[in-house]
């Protein structure tokens, strides 16, 4: 079973920046990380939908929602078996619980995942990230 982690949330003051990173692990024999068609990060409040982030394919084509587009930049190292969401800039209204989320058989493109999170089949446990005014 594929397990994701997340690290790298806590609390920083507006206009700041975190690093969140997702460690994978649990492949069946043969996959990894480079085995997945999307990797991406969304955030959920509780009682709350999935609010879209970013996303990235095994080619490395990002796509990014519109309230975060230019201040945060998705990346993947599939040597590592991680990925990651680099943030910068960030707004009282980013603050939130991040999850990291990963998918093996939907092929479509990463604004797809970003439009449509719960199409990941796997998420961590998530994070939180707080920025105060």
């Known amino acids: 079973q594929v397990q994701l982690l997340e690290s790298g949330g806590g609390s920083v003051q507006a206009g700041g920046s975190l690093r969140l990173s997702c460690a994978a692990s649990?492949?069946?024999?043969?996959?990894?990380?480079?085995?997945?068609?999307?990797l991406g990060w969304f955030r959920q409040a509780p009682g709350k939908e999935r609010v879209g982030i970013a996303a990235?394919?095994?080619?490395?084509?990002?796509s990014y929602s519109d309230a975060v587009k230019g201040r945060f930049t998705i990346s993947r190292d599939d040597a590592k078996n991680t990925f990651n969401l680099e943030m910068s800039n960030l707004k009282p209204e980013d603050t939130d619980m991040y999850y990291c989320?990963?998918?093996?058989?939907?092929?479509?493109?990463?604004?797809?995942?970003?439009?449509?999170?719960?199409?990941?089949?796997?998420r961590g446990q998530g994070t939180q990230v707080t920025v105060a005014s």
């Open positions: 649990g492949f069946a024999s043969g996959f990894a990380l480079r085995d997945t068609t999307s």
């Open positions: 989320a990963a998918e093996f058989d939907i092929h479509l493109r990463p604004a797809y995942f970003v439009v449509n999170p719960s199409a990941f089949s796997y």
């Open positions: 990235i394919d095994g080619d490395g084509r990002t």
